[in-house]
Nanobody
Framework: QVEVEESGGELVSAGGSLRLSCTAS????????MGWFRQAPGKEREAVACSPWSGGAKYYASSVKGRFTISRDYSKNTLYLQMNSLKPEDTARYYC???????????????????????WGQGTQVTVSP
């Protein structure tokens, strides 16, 4: 049984940093693409950052490039999202999901990431105060 659990969300002031964690079990973490998604009230869910199982190009939403970093600890089956220079518009519930579809383009790297029929956690709330 696959389980995905996020943690690390909290209230932080603008300009601050947070690191989210996602622990996955019941799957082969080395062979599974993983992604972070977020959804703010009244908005559609969007991909924030995605990590392909192959170790290839990672995807970042344009709104977080240069501020957020996705990484993995294979020894702990854990996915991380380091978030720096947080802005109020980063306020959302953040979800970890398995098996996102990551699209790459020659010379451009990963250009898109979409959720698919993977497994999702319950999410962790990130609130950034002005």
């Amino acid at each position: 049984q696959v389980e995905v659990e996020e943690s690390g969300g909290e209230l932080v002031s603008a300009g601050g940093s947070l690191r989210l964690s996602c622990t996955a079990s019941g799957l082969n973490f080395h062979d599974t693409s993983m992604g972070w998604f977020r959804q703010a009230p009244g908005k559609e869910r969007e991909a924030v950052a995605c990590s392909p199982w192959s170790g290839g190009a990672k995807y970042y939403a344009s709104s977080v490039k240069g501020r957020f970093t996705i990484s993995r600890d294979y020894s702990k089956n854990t996915l991380y999202l380091q978030m720096n220079s947080l802005k109020p518009e980063d306020t959302a519930r953040y979800y970890c999901a398995t098996d996102p579809i990551i699209t790459t383009a020659d010379g451009l790297g990963a250009v898109n990431c979409q959720s698919a029929s993977g497994f999702w956690g319950q999410g962790t709330q990130v609130t950034v105060s002005p």
